[in-house]
């Protein structure tokens, strides 16, 4: 089978950048230096008893995620993605997927109760869900003039 491909310098361009980018941001973005391969993208969001973390992580086992929260209230997730093995004798024509070690750390707010924390992984996608331990106050409070 014969794959023909176009070849673009402006998005040759851009996916170097891209990758620039990114190995900037994994190298600087992590505690204490650590070097990761990729970082996964994720969503944080929150509604009146939980906040939740949802990584996307696809192609990946649930025992190979590490999740912990330290003693400075810091939750981290990391792992490996491991490169499928392929013979030798297989042509790449395009490899854009990450694939090598991974970590994300998040610093924790002290509303959250780090004894009620669950994690689930369905289809790729992890989420970790964190109780609040007071319901969240508004933000703003109204004054009244006298």
């Known amino acids: 089978m014969r794959i023909r491909a176009r070849i673009n310098p402006?998005?040759?361009?851009?996916?170097?950048?891209?990758?620039?980018s990114d190995t900037i941001?994994?190298?600087?973005n992590t505690p204490e230096g650590i070097v990761?391969?990729?970082k996964p993208r994720?969503?944080?969001?929150?509604?009146?008893f939980f906040v939740f973390f949802e990584f996307e992580l696809p192609g990946m086992n649930k025992e190979e995620i590490k999740i912990t929260i330290n003693d400075d209230r810091e939750l981290i997730v990391s792992g490996e993605k491991?490169?499928?093995?392929?013979?030798?004798?297989?042509?790449?024509y395009c490899n854009e997927r990450k694939f090598?070690?991974?970590l994300r750390?998040?610093?924790?707010p002290e509303e959250l109760n780090l004894n009620k924390v669950q994690a689930k992984f369905?289809?790729?996608?992890?989420?970790?869900?964190?109780?609040?331990?007071r319901v969240s106050e508004p933000k703003e409070k109204v004054i009244e003039v006298i």
């Open 10 to 20: 402006l998005w040759e361009m851009g996916n170097i950048l891209n990758s620039l």
């Open 25 to 28: 941001k994994t190298t600087f």
């Open 36 to 38: 990761a391969d990729f």
């Open 42 to 48: 994720v969503d944080i969001w929150e509604d009146d």
């Open 82 to 92: 491991k490169h499928p093995t392929r013979s030798n004798k297989n042509v790449c």
């Open 100 to 102: 090598g070690t991974f």
């Open 105 to 108: 750390a998040f610093q924790l």
């Open 122 to 133: 369905e289809n790729g996608v992890l989420t970790i869900s964190i109780e609040k331990t």
